[in-house]
């Protein structure tokens, strides 16, 4: 049996991952041109005369820089080009400056596009440049994270020559979710006992056949049949099929019952608003979560955000692993006007990471809005933000104004893009809405620790659930003074830290890493697992609003990563089954046995302390039988199932089964794995043989 020091190499992990910093961080090199044009990269159009040089003396500080010399002009201004590739960052803010100066009156053209495709300007003012140096600055937001450029174009006058020094792009991070103080402005956290309907104060019904003109087949009513809490915290909206082959299905909006569409009565206008929900999945199934506006649907002012949206398995393509985000609203300002781009509205894509799919677990999703400003999230990743800069021409911007929320589950009729359910889709089909929230915005004292909605999560991965005897990570602001790497205190891990104690439902929790925006914690092994465990972070006797969090089970089972681009799990081994190191990342064969490294296993064969290492091997009850692995489809054979031995994380040690390909991944460098411990099952991914 063979362990290692995981929990200090997730102590690695941890400070890589800790939160954002608002210092600006320098984007190109070489900027001063002191190494030449190292770095650089020069172009010049077919037909232009000109030179790109390094001048060691120029009429900026009589320090190096660079030359453009233009000696027969095309008649354009991109004679040459001169341009560092870096990457941005959604959401970012980006300050480009630098000094310039010519032997004559110039224009100056300076881009940010991407280089791969498309191939888009998005930035590019053009600048005069004279005789005498001048310092030239600009900001603006990245809404895009893609490979681009910084260029320069000269040129037009012929013969001139500029000079370029001190060039720098700076970026900085934009506060967006972990980088606020929200307050929680309303809520429903579906909690109620099972089969009741959900709260009549905060939901309406639409009732009848679809009126979104898509032709979609299901009728939306307000039967317990279709919509009801659980009595698990969830709130199900139930598509079912009869007999005869008709569908229904429930549409809620936030107002209460008896409101019109345009529910005022519970609406908002800015903030954070988040919903967690596991989807179903299928051909012609299309659940939806969204805000409508106040204003008339056939009015000047609609507007439709698509905070998730998700097509299924449709003719074209899968929608298992993806979400659309989607914003609607006029091409014009006369009554009737039609949608952005025919109908298509604007938006982008989000693939889950690690494998995940919508209907393998929870997710969250979420939509940051501010004025001129929507900013989309899945599981607390950004991944667009749209402005009034990314409409179509003609388009009006209608997202300054209140807007309720919506979710429906809709199925696919004959006539829409999205098709009909195949003949091989059961019924019934479930969305399963764990709570929806709505946040604004509030200033807080340097003092008051702030946990990040939805940042209480699974330290292993960020993703699944978190269960008693796991470690969890939550994010915030004003957490703790600085970065803390902490060790065993006489044997145990301790529950303060410099002035910060983690409470789990009143008892506090051993700390394994505190910063500021950061904080690894063992949840205590006494927690009762619950729909709505409040967590709560203190410094200095300053206590953070309560977050709340599901356990939903005494198990969570899920795996630490020995890299964040896959999410490929850490497997480890001996150096003849193919580890380089006992620590390193194995290339696994068939029939050799390794270590994974897990989170959330549940309770041992004999009881555990919270924040003390185990002393020695100690499995789950009924041991390596208690723990059904496969990979890549094969059933692997599990050794040992329970906690590592001289750690407080979890460990399995398992054969590699014969007859896993790389073609189960796409002909990727790994495969899909599962582990189910007590009938709750984390799905993961492992190098491929």
């Not at 789950?620 to 040992?640: H, R």
């Amino acid at each position: 049996m063979k362990s290692l020091s995981i929990v200090a190499c997730f102590f690695t992990v941890a400070c890589a991952l800790d939160g954002q910093t608002a210092t600006p961080t320098q984007m190109l090199l070489n900027g001063g041109f002191e190494n030449g044009l190292k770095d650089w990269q020069v172009q010049a159009l077919s037909g232009a005369l000109g030179t790109v040089v390094a001048s060691t003396t120029n009429p900026i500080d009589g320090t190096a820089s660079a030359e453009l010399t233009v000696s027969n002009s095309t008649g354009t201004n991109w004679d040459l080009q001169l341009q560092q590739p870096f990457n941005m960052t959604l959401g970012r803010i980006y300050t480009i400056s630098f000094k310039a100066v010519s032997s004559a009156p110039v224009s100056l053209q300076y881009t940010v596009q991407q280089t791969g495709s498309p191939y888009a300007v998005l930035w590019g003012p053009t600048v005069s440049v004279g005789t005498t140096v001048s310092t030239f600055q600009t900001t603006f937001t990245s809404t895009v994270s893609a490979p681009v450029g910084l260029n320069f174009y000269f040129g037009d006058i012929n013969p001139s020559t500029l000079w370029l020094d001190d060039v720098s792009v700076l970026e900085t991070p934009m506060p967006t979710l972990g980088a606020s103080a929200w307050q929680l402005v309303w809520s429903d956290e579906f909690n109620g006992a099972v089969g009741t309907p959900p709260n009549p104060a905060n939901w309406d019904y639409y009732a009848g056949p679809d009126e979104s003109g898509s032709g979609n087949m299901q009728t939306y009513t307000n039967s317990l049949n279709n919509v009801y809490q659980d009595g698990n915290g969830n709130l199900v909206i139930k598509a079912i099929k009869d007999a005869q082959g008709n569908y229904t299905s429930a549409q809620l909006q936030t107002g209460s019952q008896g409101a019109t569409t345009n529910t005022a009565n519970l609406s908002w206008q800015y903030g954070l608003v988040t919903a967690r929900i596991k989807l179903p999945y299928g051909a012609g199934i299309w659940p939806a979560f969204k805000m409508m506006s106040e204003a008339s649907a056939t009015g000047p002012d609609w507007g439709v955000v698509d905070i998730m949206e998700n097509f299924g398995a449709w003719p074209y393509g899968s929608f298992a692993s993806s979400n659309e985000a989607t914003i609607h609203g006029p091409v014009g300002a006369s009554a009737g006007a039609p949608d952005y781009n025919g109908g298509s509205g604007v938006g982008a894509s989000a693939t889950l990471p690690f494998g995940e799919t919508v209907t393998s677990d929870y997710h969250i999703y979420a939509l940051v809005w501010s004025q001129n400003w929507l900013e989309f999230f899945v599981d607390g990743d950004p991944y667009v933000v749209e402005t009034p800069s990314a409409l179509p021409a003609g388009g009006v911007w209608v997202f300054n104004a209140p807007f309720y929320l919506m979710m429906n589950l809709a199925i696919g009729g004959p006539t829409t893009w999205l098709g009909t359910p195949g003949s091989t889709e059961t019924f019934p089909q479930e969305m399963l809405v764990d709570y929806v929230r709505v946040y604004q915005s509030t200033t807080l004292p340097a003092t008051t620790p702030s946990i990040t909605p939805g940042g209480v999560v699974n330290a292993a991965s960020y993703l699944g659930g978190i269960s008693p005897g796991s470690l969890a990570t939550v994010f915030g602001n004003n957490l703790a003074d600085a970065a803390h790497l902490i060790s065993l205190s006489n044997g145990s891990l301790p529950t303060t830290v410099a002035g910060v104690t983690v409470s789990v439902n009143g008892v506090n929790a051993p700390l394994l890493y505190v910063s500021p925006t950061q904080i690894n914690f063992q949840v205590p092994w006494e927690t009762t697992p619950g729909l709505a465990v409040p967590v709560t972070v203190t410094w200095n006797s300053v206590t953070s609003s309560p977050e709340n969090v599901t356990i939903a089970s005494a198990s969570s089972p899920s795996f630490f990563m020995s890299e964040y681009v896959t999410g490929t799990a850490w497997v480890t081994g001996a150096v003849a089954d193919g580890c380089a190191t006992p620590s390193t990342e194995c290339a696994v064969k068939a029939g050799s046995t390794y270590q994974l490294w897990a989170n959330g296993l549940g309770p041992m064969a004999s009881p555990l302390q919270d924040g003390v290492p185990a002393p020695a091997a100690l499995q789950m009850p009924g041991g390596p039988s208690s723990c059904q692995l496969t990979i890549g489809g094969q059933p692997a054979t599990v050794v040992y199932c329970g906690i590592a031995p001289g750690e407080i994380i979890d460990q399995v040690n398992f054969t590699y089964p014969a007859g896993v390909s790389t073609s189960s991944s796409g002909g990727a460098v790994f495969v899909t794995a599962a582990l189910t411990v007590n009938g709750v099952t984390g799905n993961f991914l492992v190098p491929a043989p």
